[in-house]
């Protein structure tokens, strides 16, 4: 738990430990970048706005010193309304955002969901026996880890979720409102959290990011994934959410 706020860090720290979980504390960017060079975590709550190095540059790093390893999971706490902040921490990687003022309780229950589906915690987990394959992708759902071209991919917790269920259905166009339902169980939150998330993944997975191939914009829809997708152009965007 990252936050320059004692008494919100002081707070969610005892509703973490009653959720059974072991956290820690860190007033600040430095601090934080020591403890878990330290003490490596499952996952991080960030706040944005931190003395010393703001929230965005420890997660950045973050980022940095977990590269080839499994993804790090971060949440960041945002200032209520913020839209370009919790846009920029979700490109940044931060895997989820909880607006401030906020109440403890959900935000353990965040935690949780987070730490599930990374795998950290067995309660909730599901394994898909075979690897998916698309497109030069080879995704092991049970592993949680891709492959392009016998490359591993470094991916962010929501990134994998949203590039399984894609590779899953391929051929399916789904609405941004639908994905946050289907790949994270959102039943409301910022739709613009898909389309950062979707970008993302176009730099991943795409030969050309800026004419996608693979996961493409379907107009007045949402995206769709093209499990043979035509090398003449006609596979890309036809608008630009």
């Known amino acids: 738990m990252v936050d320059d706020d004692l008494t919100v860090a002081e707070v969610v720290v005892d509703y973490l430990r009653h959720a059974g979980m072991e956290p820690r504390h860190a007033a600040d960017g430095p601090a934080a970048l020591a403890l878990a060079e330290e003490w490596r975590p499952d996952l991080v709550v960030l706040d944005l706005m931190l003395p010393g190095i703001d929230g965005l540059e420890v997660c950045r790093r973050l980022r940095k010193a977990w590269d080839g390893q499994a993804a790090l999971p971060v949440i960041m706490l945002t200032a209520l309304g913020e839209e370009n902040d919790r846009v920029l921490g979700l490109e940044t990687g931060a895997d989820d955002y909880v607006t401030k003022p906020f109440s403890p309780r ?125 090398q003449d152009g006609r596979g890309a965007d036809i608008s630009n959410p």
């Open 106 to 230: 959900e935000l353990a229950l965040r935690v949780q969901s987070v730490l599930r589906r990374a795998g950290a915690s067995e309660a909730g987990v599901t394994a898909t026996p075979r690897p998916l394959r698309s497109g030069g992708l080879e995704i092991d759902v049970a592993a949680r880890r891709a492959r392009r071209d016998d490359h591993e991919l470094t991916l962010t917790v929501r990134e994998f979720d949203l590039l399984a269920f894609f590779v899953s259905h391929p051929g399916q166009a789904f609405t941004r409102a639908e994905l946050m339902k289907r790949v994270w169980g959102w039943s409301f939150g910022d739709q613009s959290t898909v389309t950062v998330h979707v970008r993302r993944l176009r730099d991943k997975v795409e030969e050309e990011p800026a004419s996608p191939l693979l996961l493409r914009t379907v107009r007045g829809i949402g995206y769709c994934w093209d499990a043979e997708p035509s």
